[in-house]
C-alpha cells in the first residue's frame, strides 16, 4: 500500500524545474509532502486536499490526476535549498496509519 | 515550547535493555505519531493518538514496544529487551486537528537509538 515515487533521484541546475510524482493503487483521500534534508526530522511543503484545494509553500504546487491515484509535485525556478529528499504522504484508506512514500532525492547544483 | 521536542537526542542501548523515549508536542496538538526511520529509509509508522486514545498501533514491530500519552500530551515510546534490528532513528509528530490528513504534521528533531 505504500505509495511509489518517481523519480527515484533527480539532478536539476538551480533555477530548473522538476516534477515528482506519487502513485498509489488506490485513490489519494489527500496528500502531505514533506522535504527531508540529511540528517534532519521532515518539514511540512504542503497539502493537497481531494478536491484539489492547496495548503502551502508559495513556489511548490501540486496536483491529482484525473482517477486521484497519482499526485504530482511541481517545484519551479529550484534553489540550492530544495535539496533534500521529497516524500509524499497519505494514509491507509480506512486507519489512522500514515505513509510516507517511497522518497525522491533531489540535488541542486549551482 | 515553539517546536515538537524529543529526548534524549541520542541513545546508545546493550541488547536487552529496556530504553524510554521521550516527545513533547507543540502545546494544544491533539493528534500524534510516532515513526521509525531506518538509515537511507522513509519514516514508517509506528502508532497514532488522539489526546489520550491511542486509536492506532498497527505499526508497532512486536510486543517489545509500547506507546502511552497518558494526559493528551507529553508521549513515551517504550522499548523492552531491545534487538539490534531496533536501532534506527524514532520520529515524533504532532498536528493539531483530530484529522491526521487535513493537517501538517511538525516533526521533532528525532531520537538515534543505537543498540550494540
Known amino acids: 500500500q505504500q505509495p511509489v515515487q518517481s523519480p527515484q533521484a533527480v539532478i536539476l541546475r538551480e533555477g530548473e524545474d522538476a516534477v515528482i510524482n506519487c502513485s498509489s493503487s488506490?485513490?489519494?483521500?489527500?496528500v502531505h509532502w514533506y522535504r527531508q534534508k540529511h540528517g534532519e526530522a521532515p518539514v511540512f511543503l504542503m497539502i493537497?486536499?481531494?478536491?484539489?484545494e492547496q495548503k502551502g509553500h508559495e513556489k511548490i504546487s501540486a496536483s491529482f490526476n484525473e482517477k486521484k491515484q497519482q499526485s504530482s509535485l511541481y517545484l519551479t525556478a529550484s534553489q540550492l535549498s530544495y535539496s533534500g529528499t521529497y516524500f509524499c504522504?497519505?494514509?491507509?484508506?480506512?486507519?489512522?496509519?500514515?505513509?510516507f512514500g517511497t522518497g525522491t532525492r533531489l540535488k541542486v547544483l549551482a | 515550547g515553539a517546536g515538537v521536542s524529543q529526548s534524549p537526542r541520542y541513545k546508545v542501548a546493550k541488547r536487552g535493555q529496556d530504553v524510554a523515549l521521550r516527545c513533547d508536542p507543540i502545546s494544544g496538538h491533539v493528534s500524534l505519531f510516532w515513526y521509525q526511520q531506518a538509515l537511507g529509509q522513509g519514516p514508517e509508522f509506528l502508532t497514532y493518538?488522539?489526546?489520550?486514545?491511542?486509536?492506532?498501533k498497527s505499526g508497532l514491530p512486536s510486543d517489545r514496544f509500547f506507546a502511552e500519552r497518558p494526559e493528551g500530551s507529553v508521549s513515551t515510546l517504550k522499548i523492552q529487551r531491545t534487538q539490534q534490528e531496533d536501532s534506527a532513528v524514532y520520529l515524533c509528530?504532532?498536528?493539531?486537528?483530530?484529522?491526521?490528513?487535513?493537517?501538517?504534521?511538525?516533526f521533532g528533531p528525532g531520537t538515534r537509538l543505537t543498540v550494540l
Open positions: 509528530a504532532s498536528s493539531l486537528g483530530a484529522d491526521p490528513l487535513g493537517n501538517e504534521q511538525f
Open positions: 488506490k485513490a489519494l483521500y489527500s
Open positions: 493537497l486536499l481531494k478536491g484539489g
Open positions: 493518538f488522539q489526546n489520550e486514545a491511542q486509536l492506532d
Open positions: 504522504g497519505t494514509e491507509a484508506t480506512g486507519t489512522y496509519k500514515y505513509i
